[in-house]
């Protein structure tokens, strides 16, 4: 393991001339906000340094080069896998104070913004020029986009327009030297040369530190119509998502609650079916009134077909608002609920949706613990909450983790969707990649990073 050099009073001084004594942060009282994410694990960092440009960012790791130093990139902390989370103290390199959205170019479909710029408000900004950025992380209030390339986020929209990744045609980065690139383009095709943006994009901070993006942008759809079904089987509901997507139809939005997390958070149910159910689907589907009514009228048959007990329509603006507050509510209760709260994102083929929840309840039986399962019905991207009334059952639980991933692997899935790997997974790559991919890997990590001082300890072991 690297041995890094702490912080000195010289060091200290170095980088206060370098990035200027208002982007550092020292106060102990300040210092523990930036010790972890969303997640579980927290390690205190000797030092914040809050950017404000790339050439910031560049001289902060040109010094860690230097001087050898951990350097952790954050966006807004909102991850769930501890990518953001400083495993060997040294500097976390804030980046919430890069936050504003350089031009919207509605003739381009194009928006630049810099990598500190709250998911929602890019939403909102380009909504005004008639314009629509699909990817929605649940946390999008509160997340970044600088964060949500770094993890290529999903979100319920996943399902019709992709994950984060299809939506940034270009950036800049900062590599662990200190240089600055811009990868991609500015328009919708380019291949000159290996493809440096996707790499960045997904890679967790420990390739390079994002600065700017380019990003794509669609019209913004003409009407959003919301559908609800019931039903008295979770795996009912899932045979249902697989009947709608088999049969050609593709919603902007498809997502499943289990019956424990209706339970949760039923006082805000405003159907009264759904305080019965075992399983709540929420399914949207978006373009023009009459072609998205027909096929609401399909897709309303189809879960009728497959035993649900009610199907409601959501079509106003207020009732769509309150289910959405709901499948966005799950986790914050869920969390507040129980003292032992560990998540997985796990992602299966569409066609084993049914038998992975149907296996649940056996798992939940053979590990004492108490599931709770929602998520990304439309492809296959299931939240499995794992919760327990003792921090001493945690052990349990992780084996239970393990046999659960390797269930997925068997079924052709994979054990993460969306949350990345960080330093919550790491001890798990091994089961899906072979040790000659985690080889290649990891030399490719040396060529960007060879002193290992951005992100360090993170995806590998």
């Given at each position: ?147 949500n390339a770094a993890t290529n986020a999903g979100g319920p929209s ?10 940034v045609l270009g950036l800049e980065a900062v590599l662990p030297s ?231 692997l068997s079924m052709g899935g994979t054990i993460s969707g969306e ?43």
């Amino acid at each position: 393991m690297r041995c890094y050099t702490p912080i000195t009073p010289e060091i200290l001084e170095e980088i206060k001339r370098e990035v200027g004594p208002d982007a550092v942060i020292r106060a102990a009282g300040k210092l523990c906000e930036y010790e972890k994410d969303a997640g579980g694990d927290a390690y205190l960092p000797e030092l914040v340094v809050e950017a404000k440009s790339s050439r910031q960012v560049g001289a902060l790791l040109r010094l860690a080069n230097i001087y050898s130093f951990p350097v952790t990139p954050r966006g807004l902390g909102t991850g769930l896998a501890g990518g953001s989370v400083p495993l060997f103290g040294g500097v976390v390199l804030s980046l919430a104070r890069m936050n504003r959205i350089l031009s919207i170019e509605k003739d381009n479909l194009v928006a630049v913004v810099e990598p500190g710029v709250v998911t929602r408000d890019l939403q909102d900004a380009v909504r005004r020029e008639g314009l629509f950025y699909p990817p929605d992380p649940a946390s999008l209030e509160t997340c970044s986009i600088g964060g949500n390339a770094a993890t290529n986020a999903g979100g319920p929209s996943c399902v019709k327009y992709g994950t984060t990744r299809d939506y940034v045609l270009g950036l800049e980065a900062v590599l662990p030297s200190g240089e600055i690139i811009v990868a991609g383009v500015r328009t919708r095709k380019g291949v000159v040369g290996y493809d440096l943006r996707h790499l960045l994009l997904g890679s967790e901070g420990t390739l390079g530190v994002i600065t700017k993006l380019i990003l794509k942008l669609i019209p913004h759809p003409q009407t959003v119509t919301t559908l609800v079904a019931f039903f008295p089987r979770l795996t009912s509901a899932m045979n249902a998502v697989t009947a709608m997507l088999v049969r050609g139809h593709v919603p902007c939005a498809l997502e499943f609650l289990d019956d424990r997390c209706l339970e949760i958070t039923g006082d805000l149910l405003p159907f009264k079916a759904g305080r019965s159910a075992k399983a709540m689907l929420i399914v949207e589907t978006d373009g023009i009134q009459k072609v998205i009514e027909t096929e609401m009228e399909a897709i309303g048959k189809i879960c009728m077909e497959q035993g649900a007990s009610d199907v409601v329509m959501a079509p106003d603006s207020l009732k769509r608002a309150r289910i959405w507050e709901i499948r966005r509510e799950v986790s914050l209760r869920i969390e507040n609920r129980y003292p032992l709260y560990l998540h997985e994102d796990i992602v299966v083929p569409i066609g084993k949706i049914a038998d992975m929840v149907g296996y649940l309840h056996e798992f939940e039986e053979r590990y004492g613990i108490r599931v709770y399962s929602f998520g990304h019905a439309g492809d296959g991207n299931i939240h499995v909450n794992i919760t327990a009334e003792d921090h001493k059952c945690k052990d349990r639980a992780e084996e239970g983790i393990a046999d659960l991933l390797r269930l997925v692997l068997s079924m052709g899935g994979t054990i993460s969707g969306e949350h990345g790997i960080g330093l919550a997974k790491k001890q798990f790559l091994p089961m899906e990649l072979s040790a000659e991919s985690i080889r290649v890997q990891k030399e490719i990590k040396k060529v960007f990073d060879p002193l290992n001082i951005l992100n360090p300890g993170k995806i590998f072991e």
